[in-house]
C-alpha cells in the first residue's frame, strides 16, 4: 500500500506534462537516445505515456486520453512496484516489494483497493521463513480477518470492531 501511494504522488509530480511534440530531425537511425524525461504524445500532442527519473528513480506513467493516470510503474527507495489506477485516479490495484517496517527485508505484496481507492486485501509473504498472509479490511478501514500459515500451521485471525484480536483457529 505504501508503494502505491508513494509512485502515486511522485508520479503525480510529473504530471504537469507538456504537449510539445517532438519534430524529427533526421530519418536517420539513431542508435542512442539519452534524456532525463521521454514523453510519447498522440495526434492531439497529449502526453500519453512519460519515462522519467522522479526523486532519482525511473517511473513509467501511461495516460488516457483525459490525461489521467492509469499506471505507474517504476521504483520507489530502490524497490520496484506497479500501480493501476481508477478512471477517478483512485488506486486499484498495487503490487509492489518494499519493507513493510523500516529497517526490514522488502517483501512482495498485492494490494486490492476499494472504489475510494483504500486497502481492502493485502496478500503478501513475511519476511520470517516467507509464510503467506492474506488480510482483509472493513468499510472502516480496520482490519477484520487474516489467514496465514505458520511454517506448516494455517491459522485464522478474526478482529473485532475495534481492530483488536477477537478469536482465532488454531
Do not use: C, F, W
Amino acid at each position: 500500500a505504501g508503494y502505491v501511494g508513494g509512485l502515486m504522488s511522485q508520479a503525480n509530480t510529473q504530471a504537469a506534462v507538456s504537449s510539445r511534440a517532438a519534430k524529427p530531425q533526421s530519418s536517420s537511425t539513431v542508435k542512442v537516445i539519452r534524456t532525463q524525461r521521454l514523453e510519447l504524445v498522440d495526434g492531439d500532442r497529449k502526453t500519453r505515456a512519460l519515462l522519467a527519473l522522479v526523486s532519482g528513480e525511473p517511473v513509467l506513467t501511461l495516460y488516457d486520453k483525459q490525461r489521467k493516470m492509469r499506471l505507474a510503474l517504476g521504483l520507489s527507495d530502490h524497490e520496484p512496484g506497479l500501480a493501476l489506477l481508477r478512471a477517478n485516479g483512485k488506486p486499484a490495484l498495487g503490487i509492489d516489494l518494499s519493507p513493510r517496517e523500516s529497517g526490514t527485508e522488502p517483501e512482495p505484496a498485492v494490494v486490492l483497493y476499494s472504489t475510494e481507492g483504500k486497502p481492502k486485501t493485502e496478500m503478501m509473504l513475511t519476511a520470517i521463513d516467507e509464510d503467506p498472509q492474506l488480510n482483509a479490511y472493513g468499510k472502516d478501514d480496520k482490519l477484520k480477518a487474516t489467514v496465514n500459515v505458520l511454517g506448516d500451521v494455517g491459522q485464522l485471525q478474526i478482529y473485532d470492531a475495534n481492530g483488536d484480536l477477537a478469536g482465532g483457529i488454531p
